[in-house]
């Protein structure tokens, strides 16, 4: 594994030494001071890596996957500047969000641009830059559609856990796919092959999120790097809400409506404990993390061991 630790660390680097040498002008500050605030910030660069490990083992060009790569980040960097205006977080990266830095009006404009430079880095590639550009989009979209869902499930007792997988195949698993699907596509894979990576990223993106979902309630801000406890203020309908509203719903309703809400950042998280969601829920993400294993095995004559151990790695990580 220490190996493998090297590498990932090193593509890290080198994605980082990528987003730092993209050309942004000086000026207009409004626009570029906040972009290269954001872009240049500390990330695990999980996408990109994603990129690059799928592409080592189909013997894709480095310098293609590089720009694929940053694209991918820059396509997510949009989406976290974005959402976090919508879902009132303070800190990213252990930093302060942009509109929380500037204000909401800066943090879309900057949004914005951090999209357009990822159209721009695609479009560097020197072949199949068109069906890349239409399945780059058509994520685009898909992590739009999830956002909305999101939003709209938030405070709604009426989710269930399949549109709750359905909104987070979306919002998260979409990227995922094409983190690892857009290397294949300018090989020019066949359909079977690039749906098997696109299963691949699915899978992981829902044991992913819903392990996102219980570091939310079990860790904190500072290992995290992030504002912790927003989801519970918006409302929103994971895993573990889902199963505590359906599974013991007098017993949750009566501890919503008996806290105020410095006292359910303190009682939603043990409520889980006590009656078992949360193991529960760590069952399932554990099972969507092999699911998306199982889907490595499909591929005949690639050799998956580093994306298998970066499956293996992201199940034990702790922020």
Not at 99 to 121: F, P, R
Not at 153 to 179: C, P, R, V
Not at 308 to 318: C, D, H
Request: net charge negative.
């Amino acid at each position: 594994m220490s190996d493998f630790n090297e590498i990932i660390e090193f593509i890290r680097a080198q994605v980082n030494k990528g987003l730092k040498n993209i050309p942004i002008p000086d000026t207009p500050r409004y626009l570029y001071d906040p972009i290269r605030y954001s872009i240049r910030s500390k990330g695990k660069r999980f996408r990109p890596i994603l990129t690059h490990l799928s592409g080592r083992a189909n013997n894709v060009d480095p310098d293609v996957l590089m720009n694929i790569s940053l694209a991918v980040e820059l396509l997510h960097n949009f989406t976290l500047v974005h959402d976090d205006i919508m879902d009132n977080d303070t800190i990213r990266h252990g930093k302060d969000t942009i509109h929380e830095k500037w204000d909401s009006s800066t943090a879309i404009l900057a949004g914005d641009g951090i999209y357009t430079l990822a159209q721009i880095v695609l479009n560097q590639l020197p072949y199949n830059v068109t069906p890349l550009s239409k399945y780059f989009n058509n994520t685009t979209l898909d992590i739009c559609e999830g956002q909305a869902l999101d939003k709209e499930f938030e405070n709604d007792q009426s989710i269930t856990e399949d549109m709750y997988l359905n909104m987070i195949d979306k919002k998260t698993g979409s990227l995922l796919s094409a983190s690892v699907a857009l290397p294949m596509i300018y090989n020019g894979e066949s359909d079977d092959r690039i749906k098997i990576y696109e299963a691949f990223g699915r899978y992981l993106g829902r044991g992913f999120q819903i392990q996102d979902d219980i570091l939310e309630i079990t860790s904190d801000s500072i290992i995290m790097g992030k504002s912790l406890g927003s989801d519970i203020q918006e409302g929103k309908q994971t895993m573990m809400v889902i199963k505590a509203r359906d599974k013991f719903p007098r017993e949750w309703d009566e501890m919503l409506s008996d806290s105020n809400l410095s006292d359910l950042m303190k009682n939603i998280p043990s409520f889980f404990e006590s009656k078992g969601i949360i193991e529960e829920t760590r069952l399932i993400s554990k099972s969507y993390f092999n699911s998306s294993l199982d889907c490595l095995q499909r591929l005949d004559g690639i050799i998956v061991d580093e994306l298998i151990q970066l499956v293996e790695l992201i199940e034990k990580r702790t922020y």
